[in-house]
Structure formats: C-alpha cells, structure tokens
C-alpha cells in the first residue's frame, strides 16, 4: 500500500477546514442575526437525536477496544442509558448512567 503524499494529504486537511468553516458560517455568520422560520427549529430540533445514535450505534456494535466482538459491558451501558435517557428525559442523566455502568462492568468483569 503506498502512502499518501504531503501535498495531497495538506490539500484534504485544509479543504476540510474550508468545508467545516464554512457550513458552520452559514448559520451563525449569514442568518445568525435573523429569525429562522419555525419548521426549520422544529426539524433542526431533531439533530441531536439524530446524530448521537449514529454515532454511538457503531462504537456498541463493533467495538474498537474488543476489536469488534461482542462486549457486554458495552451493550448494558447502552441500554441503561436508553433507558435512563427515556425515563428521564436528560441527556447527561443518561450518559452519566452509561458510563457508570460500562466502567462499573469493565472493572468488575475484568
């Protein structure tokens, strides 16, 4: 497998960063000072829901430290923070459950 040039691999980083910058522009520096319409705060609403499961799902189902076997430290800690977070309706409830469980498992199943 060849490695990836200096040159290339500057261009994707800064063409990155121009791509970054420039989505987060759109909000906050053009429309930042106006009011959005209302269906666009009921759907941007949703992005945290959106977005956390995807990426968490990959991180239980395949977990990197296990190289991608079944871990069940990991798939509790999920659930107890589904759980939690359905229960309660609190994101850091639910992420404080979790982590507690998964590093409350690990330690105790070695």
């Known amino acids: ?61 395949w977990p990197a430290g296990t190289d991608g076997t079944f871990d069940l430290p990991r798939l509790a800690a999920a659930l107890v923070a589904l759980t939690v977070g359905w229960v309660s309706k609190s994101v850091i409830y639910a992420m404080g459950a979790g982590a507690v469980t998964l590093y409350g498992l690990l330690y105790l199943l070695g």
């Open 1 to 61: 497998m060849s490695e990836i040039s200096q040159i290339a691999l500057w261009t994707v980083i800064i063409g990155l960063g121009i791509g970054s910058f420039s989505l987060r522009f759109m909000f906050t520096g053009l429309i930042g000072d106006r009011n959005m319409p209302e269906w666009l705060l009921r759907h941007l609403r949703y992005t945290a829901v959106a977005i956390l499961p995807g990426l968490v799902a990959p991180l239980v189902v």
